[in-house]
């Protein structure tokens, strides 16, 4: 299928928002949506991206503190029926990436996938229109890569796994980057550090939208040890971004 083709099947609609600056417009969805009475007011949707390589920990560490909310629909979008993560297990897949729908969270892992995923443009399109649908994005490790293959991190404090700091960064050379950080938040845009850090950086987005005691009290449940400094990830030192 030609470009052109591709992008005029996506709809009127999804190019209309995809026009806009991120987060100007897409939030607003969700908001309209509550206030049609669409929604309970505490429920909140979160959409995880997988592919094939995925990398497990970055999905499923994150899902299992979000999963932990009150009143929180979680699906999982991706290219295909199932995905195949790097260390083997598969999931299944229950809506496809075309079709986009608002979320109040996309959740994007990284993997040795996202490798080959950033060189498939009219997947990266699909990526970019569902983050401009989306409230909040969360990327882990070298998820932002495909953020960044996307256009989305130009302008935006951002950081990723440091053991791929220089790949991942040279896919966005107007971002800044930052080499120390676990996470970083910058508006509606929170990027990761490698793996691990994706569980960190999801706890701190839980106390931002339902607070602290309730991301202290999941973290206690799944009795994770959560590092709450966002700006210092010990790894940085392991893989010399630390400077």
Not at 2 to 18: D, P
Not at 157 to 178: E, G, H, I, M
Not at 198 to 224: M, P, S
Request: aromatic letters at 6%; one cysteine or more; hydrophobic letters at 45%.
């Amino acid at each position: 299928m030609k470009r052109r083709e591709f992008i005029t099947g996506l709809g009127a609609a999804a190019l209309t928002v995809a026009a806009r600056p991120w987060a100007a417009e897409a939030p607003q969805l969700r908001i309209q949506e509550r206030r049609a009475g669409k929604l309970g007011s505490g429920h909140y949707r979160i959409g995880a991206l997988v592919f094939d390589d995925y990398e497990t920990l970055d999905l499923h560490g994150p899902v299992e503190m979000l999963g932990h909310l009150a009143d929180v629909e979680i699906e999982l979008i991706g290219p295909g029926a199932v995905a195949r993560s790097f260390q083997g297990p598969k999931v299944v897949v229950d809506r496809p990436l075309a079709q986009l729908e608002p979320l109040d969270l996309f959740l994007v892992p990284g993997g040795l996938g996202t490798r080959a995923l950033v060189q498939q443009p009219e997947l990266i399109e699909l990526i970019r229109r569902q983050a401009l649908m989306s409230e909040r994005v969360l990327s882990v490790c070298t998820g932002a890569a495909l953020l960044a293959q996307a256009g989305l991190l130009d302008g935006k404090r951002v950081t990723t796994n440091k053991a791929a700091f220089a790949w991942v960064a040279s896919l966005a050379p107007d971002a800044d980057w930052q080499g120390r950080a676990r996470w970083v938040q910058d508006g509606n845009l929170t990027t990761s550090s490698g793996v691990s850090a994706g569980t960190d950086a999801a706890l701190a987005l839980i106390a931002e939208v339902r607070g602290e005691a309730v991301a202290q009290k999941i973290a206690e449940i799944a009795e994770y040890p959560w590092n709450r400094d966002a700006d210092n990830d010990p790894f940085a030192i392991t893989w010399g971004t630390h400077t």
